[in-house]
């Protein structure tokens, strides 16, 4: 009997048992197979099995039964080759899209492998952009949307909720505030609304529901949590001890909402807290518990935020001395456990041999939650830095402290390529094998894994752009100013702007005696304009001070680097990096006698992973610079406007 004769029923069944691969060649028999092998059923029944064998499904997907054969022929194909791709240990993407836009980028979030949303900023305009990846795989590079926000994002979170796509930024100190903004549809095409604003907050860390956590309150480091529906702030309690203590003092790792209970992740601490109620309006603490150092941290799954009968542990995967750990905290091992011991972190991946011991920085989550990603800038025995490349690893669910299996990518240094050192911003899709990179040149790197017709999966889920409720207020289409300080540079006289930011410094009429307050002669000027790995990058990043420094006075000496005193949020600090590394930091109420480095307080890192990625970015670019290229420049020619110092041919 020949193939033809068969019903198109047995060839289902055949191909049923047959190898993905082999089913297109049996599409080619004859009209019968070519039918049967196009049959939605079929490709139910493949995507069935590819569930019980554990492959990774995107979390947002719809019912598959309701998607197209079309459709669901492309993702089942496309998740059996990343499956493979990922057995052989080679994630290397089939295909790169490069993005290059003005100005740099501080957060991005992909969403429901369809929509980037990006903010990048300079000194003169901030805004959000959205690009839409299966016009961008077509080639057309342009946003679906794009708006103006009156200062820089430096931190952002994103939720898809019932009402739609929902990002909480959080806006530097010069225009301190978290915008709650949304994509809808509007007059036919897509168009960025806002919300709700809160004045007075930011450094985002969490959003969940109508809830938005946030570490600074009025420019001080003070946790809060705000119901974004009715504008209510909720002080949380500080635990035993205070804030004003090493380790609280700066904005914490993380901040989630799981099954009820406020969770505030620090170096070496877990908070927990309960939730405004109907019945209790007030944030209440519950347990500290103390944890091995943590320098990065995040949530596993993304799911267990929100308030359920079933309640999941909470997983949190962990950058810490050791290298990539996981938290997991369930409730009744939370109620029994005693505020003495250390929470244990179970190891999933040590660090290489290397003469370093923090080559990794940049973790973050895949959609599912199955998968981790991070950056890797491992040191050569004679400790020539190597450049990056991301490294990817399994999240087992119950890890049980065996497991390391680890898959690197992309190659170590490509100059053709966005830059992977330049302070990336990182989201991937483990699902559907996207991984986006967007850093501080305005490059964005979108790498596909499969890259074979990504747009044919089409819109897996619902378009939350399309809610039919009336529109909130547009933001605004054209750009705002931000005429943001920079600090000027001697020599020559002082612009009248620059004079005007002077004008503000040594204010605070502290009694000192081997200071200066005389500006023109202080020379250290590039090192606090915030610039990438600055000390003013320093104090943010590797030290959890995000607020912006006031000098207040510089010391007089004629060593190279100057002393400087400053004012940021509620505390004084002192940052002289040649003859004390450390940062040190008084309480904003000066003590009785006059300042003395001595009585300060030495200030840890609580990020430490950032001061490899800080020196590393500075290492890759001076080598770039050497051989005559700036990518700074090159943003420039884009239309960008980054700080004069970073385009002269020898930016230190």
Known sequence: MSLAALSEYLIILVCLELPIDDITSLRQVCRVSCDATRAKILWINKMERAR????????????????????????????????????????????????????SITWLRLVAGTWLFVASSDNHISKISCWDLSLVFQGY????????????????????????????????AESLSVHIITLRQHSGCHSFSELCRIEGSSHVLTLCGDLIGCAIRHSAVVPHIVNWRNTRIHDIPPPPGGLDIPGRRSVPHLMTIWSGILVILRTDTLEFYTL???????????KLIKTPTVWEATVCDQSVSVASADIQPLRLLVISSLGIGMCVIERELLEAWDEDRIFPQIPLAGYPLSREREPWYRLCVGASGRRGLWVSAPVTDDTVTLGPHFVCMDIPPLPSGTEECLVSWSNYYDSVQPALWALPALDFDDALGLTVMGNCFGEIAIYDHDGRYPERCGALGKDF???????????????????????????????????AIISQWSQDRLVLHGWSTNWTEYWNWDLWQGAPNDYVWILQHAYGFPGPGIPQAYANTEIITQSLLFRSGHRYFVFDRQSDPNLRSWPLTPPPQEFMVSHAQPESFVRRTAVKEGNLYSNMFLGEVHKGRNRWVEQAERGGQPHPNLLRPNPW
């Open 52 to 103: 019980h064998e554990g492959q990774i499904l995107p979390p947002y997907m719809k019912s598959y039964n309701l998607l197209d054969s079309v459709a669901l022929e492309a993702l089942v194909r496309r998740m059996a080759r990343l499956t493979d791709k990922w057995e052989t240990r080679d994630l290397s993407p089939v295909k790169i899209w490069a993005l290059h836009i003005p100005q």
């Open 141 to 172: 590079i342009e946003p679906l949307a794009e708006a103006y926000l009156p200062g820089q994002v430096k931190t952002g979170k994103l939720e898809v909720q019932d009402s739609g796509i929902v990002l909480a930024l959080g806006l530097s």
């Open 276 to 286: 405004p109620s109907p019945t209790n309006d007030s944030v209440v603490f519950v």
């Open 465 to 499: 752009t399309d809610q039919g409720s009336p529109i909130p207020a547009l933001l605004p289409a054209k750009p705002i100013f931000l005429g943001l300080s920079v600090v000027p540079r001697p020599p020559g006289s002082f612009t009248e702007f620059e004079s």
